[in-house]
């Protein structure tokens, strides 16, 4: 069975793509075939994180015009992992496409979301996949809400910011009347002087369900700048072992 897990965040600068890549090359590691689809093709970017530049060929959007099949648009990026995974692991991309055409059509025109849906189905049988990450655009549009109601996980992630939590607010409620299953939270980017304890308080208040992690403002990843998969190289940091937190915690929800 492949877990389908929806990355979101109702605003952007959260670190979703780059913790979504971590989470998925953490698993892949560990012995699972993972895949990670950029759905967010207005400003589509994770596959930095992967190792690749610009100069795309066999994208999403590409699948989404219905120029080439899904199988086309998937990039095998399992030797990011470094060091090699475990027996059986395997890590897939599926990007979007950063030429300026490609994002004014997608602007212009949009695209059939029908086809996308169908696209995250066939991924998940023709690689056997354990985990398909869904990689989103941030805030809430009908691509966006399409991606919470096919998923088995819904994580969001937000900054210790009053706008990210008002607007997280408005996310959770949207994904409980959609019933999606599982809801998981990650706090991310907070200051080491913020009381974590009394943070968690509150997110349990507002929010009344599970936060994964609370990834701390940390130095050393922005420095990293997504030039690769830092939860990989620097196992030990607190900002890595936050996101194996985050792992842990999907591979929970598989086994449950």
């Known amino acids: 069975m492949t877990v389908v897990v929806a990355v979101h ?4 600068g959260t670190g979703k793509s780059n913790t979504t890549a971590n989470i998925a090359a953490i698993l892949a590691a560990r012995g699972a075939r993972v895949a990670v689809v950029d759905a967010d093709v207005q400003s589509p970017g994770i596959h930095t994180l992967f190792g690749f530049d610009q100069a795309l060929d066999n994208t999403l959007d590409d699948y989404l015009w219905g120029s080439i099949a899904i199988a086309d648009a998937v990039h095998e990026v399992t030797a990011q992992i470094v060091p090699p995974p ?6 897939y991309l599926v990007p ?3 030429r300026a055409v490609d994002i004014a059509r ?4 949009g695209y059939d979301v029908v086809r996308l849906t169908e696209g995250f189905r066939d991924l998940s049988a023709l690689l056997d996949l354990d985990y398909l990450f869904i990689d989103t655009h941030p805030g809430l549009n009908e691509e966006t809400m399409l991606s919470m109601t096919i998923s088995d996980v819904l ?3 937000l900054r210790p910011d009053e706008q990210d939590f008002q607007g997280t607010a408005v996310t959770v409620d949207i994904a409980r009347r959609l019933s999606v299953p599982n809801l998981l939270l990650v706090l991310n980017k907070v200051p080491d002087v913020i009381d974590v304890d009394d943070l968690r308080a509150q997110m349990d208040t507002a929010y009344a369900t599970r936060t994964a992690a609370f990834l701390p403002l940390s130095t050393q990843v922005a420095i990293n700048a997504s030039a690769g998969l830092f939860s990989l190289t620097s196992p030990d940091d607190a900002w890595s072992q936050g996101v194996q937190h985050v792992a842990d915690s999907l591979e929970e929800f598989r086994a449950g």
């Open 106 to 109: 997608i602007l212009r025109d």
């Open 9 to 12: 965040s109702f605003r952007g």
């Open 96 to 98: 979007a496409s950063m």
């Open 155 to 157: 994580l969001l992630l």
């Open 86 to 91: 475990k027996s059986g692991g395997r890590l």
